[in-house]
């Protein structure tokens, strides 16, 4: 094996720009008493376009570990500084340089790469004889559609599923493993083995670092892993095939050297039609995906099609060879923006129909499509019947619901059990779940019982609660409330109240509504509009003076003309009630002025829950 | 139950003990030749947090000789929580430990990361103050001062950002 691979990799890359690097220093040292840093600047990226560009795409410092002795400290922040800028300016040029010597110097990258990719092939050819043996024995089976209805049938009698069927009888083409691995973080998802004997010990691990190895050489080749990548690793007799679509790439372990290209692509294409949305927010867990239905999808990749081989010449034996292809940028963007705005459409549609159509009430709804585009609906609402009728109505949209009701047994236990288990600390996660649950079944009773649209935000040891309450008196209960139940955290409270409308003032005798209160009523009309739930009551006091019957009369008509002012203006005529009263208002009292008079003509009002 | 698997990273200036700090936890590793080859070595361990069974799959990305190189951006990517790993005898702590933390956000944003100062076993008492970093950082779950020699915090620098990435 070679002695030191990565002075090889390094001699590779710089060789030829030592010269380069020479007359750089020259300059540098001539540059030295230039004022101007930034003709400095723009005077060596001329000169060192193509050193830097591969100590930047080469990544491990070398480079400036080489020149930092040689030049100020200042120079160098400002390189360093500009290292995007660098980049962009140099990329173009470089790019073409490094495809070119790739090729040229292909043993030596071979040698570089070796070591990783060593280890990790030498199980397949340790077993290729144990291969063989199974390969001769296995029997092929014949009539590809009557082997079909064959597998399927015995598939049901047998209870396992196709895809395991399917791998049993196929021909032992040369797939002997299949990978399909989260780009980004380099996450296993998928691993399908032909046989129980192929099977990666450490599947998790060679996926990482197989995801390591494309990145270091996609990033080596080119900045732009859209324009080329890595496509093909090669060693021996085997082969590690890699396809890649937007968020997921499948690698393929070979040995016959066959040329796999379409029909990777084809099966990828299947998969990534079926899962984009899946596959772009993978997160390790593979319960957020239907993993058997992708095996299946897959497996297609184990059956001979003998057509489609092609023989294809490989390299002398225990060479290591990278392929690099280019390749236009594939569709799967697009594809994957469109699948996941159908699924979009599909949850608001959803939403309004719980939401809007039955107006239900649901706190912290979460709507979220899984696998097989299975829809799944968390909240809470405050009644069993709610909760029944959303699993009805979310039957229809292949949706799961989950949402609880505060009536449910086990939320209500929450409350029970309280003052026993409690632990100020909540440090745990268990507890913290606890603890949310009791502010969510207790936000959904206040929101209940007020309609209102109170909501929690809960971070470290802080509960902030914030939406709008009827009136202030609620407002008060609801915060000492709030201070019982969970006085133990620091709480924030940002309530506003339905805010109060002002007092209309009627002249004597008169039961006409003044010019200047035009403005009170579009505002209780707006109000109106946004708090819909609430009833304005309203209240209609008079002066005292002469007769109580008249007095009455008069605050009739002057309440019949207040409300169906509101009621031009678009007031429900539901929400609207009126107490008419011939006496003054409490905070009148009896023997008072002529200006106490004046005010006790008023009309006040009050938003309410209940009539 | 199933397994969740997440991939980690550490990060840190040359010569902290990154590669030394995984040394002692892991349970499963590719040789150490790979760092210098491609600048990343990846590691296993299986751990609970909560009521999940987690894999870690813990990469050890290779900074640079010189402290003012970074690492490949591409190797933190898709990273669901971090290790940034400092030690006691170096300079410019929370200088270097910026830059990292930049490079760490700039393409994960605040994902889950917990501080190690690491080779607390030359100086038990070091302290220093990591006040100043949790404002323009939010993901800094916890600071730890941990040793790879004596194995002092290694088990729980895991298990703290392991507990936190599960939250
Ligand atoms: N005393 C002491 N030395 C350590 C500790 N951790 C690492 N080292 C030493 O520091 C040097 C660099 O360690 P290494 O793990 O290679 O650092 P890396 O570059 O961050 O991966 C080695 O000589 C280690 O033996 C520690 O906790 N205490
Ligand atoms: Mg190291």
């Known amino acids: 094996m070679i002695l030191d691979d990565y002075s090889k990799l390094k001699r590779l890359l710089f060789d030829e720009e030592l010269a380069t690097i020479n007359r750089m220093v020259r300059d540098i040292r001539e540059l030295e008493h230039a004022q101007e840093k930034d003709v400095l600047v723009e005077r060596l990226s001329q000169l060192i376009t193509q050193v830097v560009s591969k100590a930047i795409q080469e990544n491990r410092g070398q480079f400036y570990g080489a020149i930092q002795p040689i030049i100020s400290k200042g120079l160098l922040d400002e390189l360093h500084r500009s290292d995007e800028e660098l980049q962009k300016i140099l990329y173009p040029v470089i790019l073409s340089t490094i495809q070119e010597q790739v090729h040229k110097q292909k043993d030596l990258i071979v040698d570089a790469l070796y070591p990783i990719m060593g280890n990790m092939i030498s199980k397949y050819v340790s077993s290729a004889i144990k291969d063989m043996m199974l390969e001769i024995n296995q029997k092929l089976e014949n009539s590809l559609s009557f082997a079909r209805w064959k597998r399927k049938f015995r598939a049901r009698l047998l209870g396992i599923s196709e895809a395991q069927m399917l791998m049993q009888e196929a021909d032992f083409s040369s797939v002997d493993a299949v990978f399909l691995i989260h780009k980004e973080s380099g996450l296993l998802i998928v691993d399908l083995y032909r046989e129980e004997n192929y099977k990666f010990e450490e599947a998790e691990m060679v996926a990482s670092m197989l995801s390591a190895i494309r990145s270091f050489v996609n990033d080596w080749i080119s900045n732009d892993n859209k324009l080329s990548e890595l496509s093909e690793i090669e060693y021996g007799n085997s082969s590690i095939s890699i396809e890649s679509a937007g968020s997921s790439y499948l690698a393929v372990v070979t040995r016959n050297k066959i040329d796999m290209k379409d029909k990777l692509a084809k099966v990828l294409s299947k998969v990534v039609d079926k899962y984009s949305r899946e596959l772009m927010n993978y997160d390790g867990d593979t319960s957020s995906i239907d993993i058997a239905d992708i095996k299946v999808i897959l497996s297609a990749l184990f059956v001979k099609e003998h057509t489609a081989a092609r023989e294809k010449k490989f390299p002398i034996l225990g060479v290591l060879f990278v392929t690099i292809l280019l390749a236009a940028p594939t569709g799967w963007y697009g594809y994957t923006e469109y699948l996941a705005y159908k699924v979009k459409q599909k949850e608001l549609a959803l939403k309004e129909l719980i939401t809007e159509k039955n107006r239900i009430h649901v706190y912290d709804m979460d709507i979220t499509t899984r696998e097989n585009g299975k829809i799944i609906l968390s909240g809470m609402v405050l009644k069993k019947e709610e909760k029944e009728r959303i699993e009805a109505l979310g039957k229809g949209y292949n949706a799961l619901s989950m949402v609880q009701s505060v009536e449910d047994d086990f939320v209500r236990n929450f409350d029970v059990n309280f003052e026993k288990n409690f632990d100020t600390s909540f440090n745990s996660s268990f507890d913290r779940r606890y603890e949310t649950m009791r502010l969510k079944s207790f936000i959904v009773k206040i929101n209940g019982l007020y309609r209102s649209d109170i909501s929690y935000t809960f971070k470290g040891n802080e509960v902030s609660f914030s939406g709008t309450l009827v009136n202030e008196t609620i407002k008060k209960k609801f915060i000492e409330s709030a201070q019982k139940n969970f006085g133990h955290r620091v709480l924030h409270f940002d309530i506003r109240t339905v805010t109060k409308i002002e007092n209309i003032y009627f002249e004597f005798d008169s039961v006409e509504i003044a010019p200047e209160y035009t403005a009170v009523l579009d505002r209780a009309v707006a109000l109106h509009k946004q708090y819909g739930d609430y009833f304005l009551k309203i209240y209609i006091y008079n002066d005292e003076i002469g007769p109580d019957y008249i007095n009455r009369k008069i605050s009739y008509a002057r309440a019949d003309k207040i409300r169906e002012a509101l009621i031009e203006r678009g007031f429900d005529e539901q929400k609207v009630i009126v107490r008419s009263f011939a006496k003054r208002p409490d905070f009148i009292d009896s023997n008072g002025t002529a200006d106490d008079s004046q005010l006790s003509r008023c009309a006040t009002f009050e938003w309410e829950l209940n009539k | ?167």
């Open chain 2, 1 to 167: 139950m199933s397994i969740i698997q997440k991939k980690i990273i550490l990060i840190g200036s040359f010569s902290v003990g990154k590669t030394s700090l995984i040394r002692r936890y892991v349970d499963n590793s590719f040789s150490d030749d790979y760092i210098s080859t491609i600048g990343v070595k990846i590691s296993k361990k299986m751990i609970d947090a909560g009521d999940k069974k987690l894999m870690l799959l813990i990469w050890d990305v290779e900074g640079a000789l010189d402290n003012i190189r970074r690492v490949n951006k591409t190797y933190i990517k898709g990273a669901a929580g971090a290790i940034v790993v400092t030690d006691i005898t170096s300079e410019h702590i929370g200088e270097t430990l910026k830059i990292h933390l930049e490079d760490l956000y700039s393409v994960n944003g605040p994902i889950p990361t917990v501080i190690a100062v690491n080779k607390i076993d030359k100086d038990p008492g070091f302290r220093f103050d990591m006040e100043p970093l949790l404002k323009d950082y939010p993901g800094i779950a916890a600071t730890l001062y941990t040793s790879a020699k004596s194995g002092q915090n290694v088990e729980e620098l895991f298990a703290v950002l392991a507990g936190r990435i599960t939250e």
